[in-house]
């Protein structure tokens, strides 16, 4: 077989195992087969995810993956994904009885008005008055869709709930990635959902450095 016919059938196979992770649903997928990231500002937008770089230092965001939510001119809003904390849904809903029994922990979705809560939901079909981020995710923020969810009993691998987020203006954000502080992603589901938050940031900031530094090598071998 030619060394060219065994390229083709690489990139088939490679392609292939693309397809097969976006019809796992909500199941993590493999630090080598997420998106290809980005170091520019202008790919940024909601239903992209903020990978924190190594030296960011502040501690909110240290070591942080989000999902920015919405990016438009009155600013933008993001939720982060790895901050599960140890406080079930049935304390932070409790004024909803559907929520009575629900044991499923809560997120940190970031530093400002952590009494605020959003939620985000997989769905086949768009729920009435849910915000649309990114393929079959939805945001939830007001009440009345709190309740009409919950009653719905979504299971906890397609459905989580925030206290707080994360803020900047569009400005703000372009420069911190512009000086290295994220890396930006498309967004997958099974990066919203992931089984194992803690496991998320190594896993990305892995995949980021990796692509690096191949980067690295090709341009060291230009200029051989």
Not at 113 to 134: M, N, R, W
Not at 161 to 179: H, I, N, P, S
Request: proline residues 5%; charged residues 20%.
């Amino acid at each position: 077989m030619s060394l060219r016919k065994l390229c083709l059938y690489a990139m088939l196979a490679t392609a292939l195992a693309f397809v097969a992770a976006g019809r796992c649903g909500s199941q993590a997928l493999p630090a080598d087969f997420l998106p290809v990231q980005s170091k520019n500002a202008r790919s940024l937008a909601a239903g992209k995810v903020l990978v924190a770089s190594r030296n960011l230092g502040d501690p909110h965001f240290a070591k942080s993956v989000i999902l920015l939510v919405r990016y438009d001119a009155d600013g933008v809003l993001g939720l982060v994904l790895n901050r599960r904390t140890d406080i079930p849904l049935s304390r932070v809903l409790d004024s909803f009885k559907a929520a009575k029994d629900r044991s499923d922990p809560v997120y940190l979705g970031g530093p400002l008005e952590t009494a605020a809560v959003f939620a985000l939901l997989q769905s086949t079909a768009k729920p009435e008055g849910a915000e649309h981020i990114f393929g079959g995710v939805y945001l939830i923020n007001s009440k009345s869709l709190f309740e009409q969810t919950i009653s719905a009993q979504p299971k906890p691998d397609v459905f989580h709930v925030y206290m707080g987020y994360a803020g900047w203006t569009q400005d703000q954000l372009r420069q911190e990635v512009e000086l290295g502080a994220w890396f930006i992603f498309p967004a997958q589901a099974g990066t919203v959902f992931n089984a194992d938050p803690d496991a998320l940031w190594p896993e990305m900031i892995r995949k980021t450095e990796m692509q690096m530094a191949r980067g690295e090598r090709r341009d060291a071998e230009r200029q051989d």
